[in-house]
Structures are given as structure tokens and as C-alpha cells.
């Protein structure tokens, strides 16, 4: 089966430090979505974008989250400096759009920031 | 813009009991509907999804959905669940027309099952 792959499954780091999170979204899919889980917000969106173009990053903190597609085999997402409110599940999804298949979720990046 | 909402925030039943869960959507257009099943500690898994055709989606593990469009309406439904199925339920729609038509996600129904 085709998989989304998410590294690392997870992280723990000290409050200032970086994070890359890195998504390898399936081959041929051209939307990626990047989600983040809490238990107080639910899944939230981060940003997505489409033939690598970002389309909206309007749910991401713009002034430490960063989300960039270098190439159509990853897709990234930074938090510089992390804090310990950015502790939650970060998944990765990716999708064919007008696809009859929908969207395929990775593993997810559990990130505790202490 | 497109919104979800799910009734139940959480929903205790014993096995073998039937289950709805609900979903509404508010959008004015055409949509595409989901629902994706995340087990304890777990991603997100496709149940089953609504893009045209017979409003009655059958998904994986015996799961359906009815779409009702006048309702705006998506609701899961199982006649009978096990306790493998205790897990959290998210119903999602997106905008079917849209070039640039992003998932969202409803705020998720826990689903709990007593042996």
C-alpha cells in the first residue's frame, strides 16, 4: 500500500530550540495538508499546498511555523523558536485532487516541547 | 467558507448496540464528505467518502453514511458495533469546485464501547 511517511514519530526538545518535521507525501499526489492534533483544539490546519505551491497558511503562527515543499517528494514544516504550546500531533496528509480516493494521513510527528 | 459539526462529543454504547453519529456541514456549494477513523495512538484512516452518486455510502467494517443534502447532513451509522471500534470519529468536508478546496475537520466524536 501506498503510506505517507512522517519523521520522526516522534520528538522531544527544550523550549527555543528548532523542529523540522518531514513529510514524504505519495508518489504523484500533488496536495499536501499539514494538521495539527490537541486535545483542547482538535485537528487543526496548518497549511496545504498544491503542485508545491503554498495555497493557505493561515492556521500557522507565522512568526515562528514555517512550511515549505522543496520538492514534490517532501514537504516540511519548522517552528523556530518551538514552545511548550506547540506540543500536539503534527500530521501530514496527502491527496490527488478530484480524486475518488481522498486524502491519506501519515503517522504523525508526536512533539513534546519541554 | 466551508465549517463542520459534530452533535456528540462523546458517545458511550455497549457492543452490539446500533450507532449514529452526526455530522452537519455548512458550505453553499458542492461538497465532497468524509469520515475518517483514528484508533488510540493512531492516524487518521479514510471510513468512507461521498463525492456524487447514491447518498447511501457504504464504507469499510460496515459502516455507512447517508448524505442529505437538504439537511446538510452526513451522519455515520453501524447497526451493530464491536468493541474494536472504540475510537475517534471525524467527519470532514471540502468544497468540491474549488481550486482551492482544503479539508476541514469536526471537532471529532469519541466513541466508546463496553465490552
Known amino acids: 500500500d501506498a503510506r505517507v511517511t512522517q519523521t520522526p514519530r516522534h520528538k522531544v526538545t527544550e523550549m527555543g530550540q528548532e523542529v523540522t518535521m518531514r513529510c514524504q507525501p505519495i508518489l504523484g499526489h500533488n496536495t499536501v495538508f499539514w494538521y495539527r492534533q490537541t486535545m483542547m483544539q482538535g485537528l487543526e490546519l496548518l497549511a496545504y499546498?498544491?503542485?508545491?505551491?503554498?495555497?493557505?497558511d493561515s492556521g500557522m503562527p507565522k512568526d515562528r511555523f514555517s512550511a515549505e515543499m522543496p520538492d514534490a517528494t517532501l514537504a516540511t514544516l519548522k517552528i523556530q523558536p518551538s514552545e511548550p504550546r506547540d506540543s500536539a500531533v503534527y500530521f501530514c496528509?496527502?491527496?490527488?485532487?478530484?480524486?475518488?480516493?481522498?486524502?491519506?494521513f501519515g503517522s504523525g510527528t508526536r512533539l513534546t516541547v519541554v | 467558507a466551508q465549517s463542520v459539526s459534530q452533535h456528540n462529543h462523546h458517545v458511550i454504547l455497549s457492543e452490539a448496540a446500533s450507532l449514529e453519529l452526526g455530522c452537519n456541514y455548512s458550505?453553499?456549494?458542492?461538497?465532497?464528505l468524509f469520515w475518517y477513523v483514528q484508533y488510540p495512538g493512531q492516524h487518521l484512516q479514510l471510513l468512507l467518502k461521498?463525492?456524487?452518486?447514491?447518498?447511501l455510502v457504504k464504507g469499510i467494517k460496515g459502516f455507512e453514511a447517508e448524505f442529505i443534502k437538504s439537511k446538510f447532513s452526513f451522519n455515520l451509522r453501524k447497526p451493530s458495533v464491536q468493541w474494536s471500534d472504540t475510537a475517534e470519529y471525524f467527519c470532514a468536508v471540502n468544497a468540491r469546485y474549488s481550486s482551492a478546496s482544503k479539508i476541514i475537520f469536526g471537532s471529532g466524536t469519541r466513541l466508546s464501547i463496553r465490552p
Open positions: 499546498f498544491r503542485n508545491r505551491a503554498p495555497l493557505d
Open positions: 458550505y453553499g456549494g458542492t461538497v465532497n
Open positions: 496528509a496527502s491527496g490527488l485532487i478530484g480524486s475518488y480516493y481522498g486524502y491519506t
Open positions: 461521498y463525492f456524487s452518486g447514491d447518498p
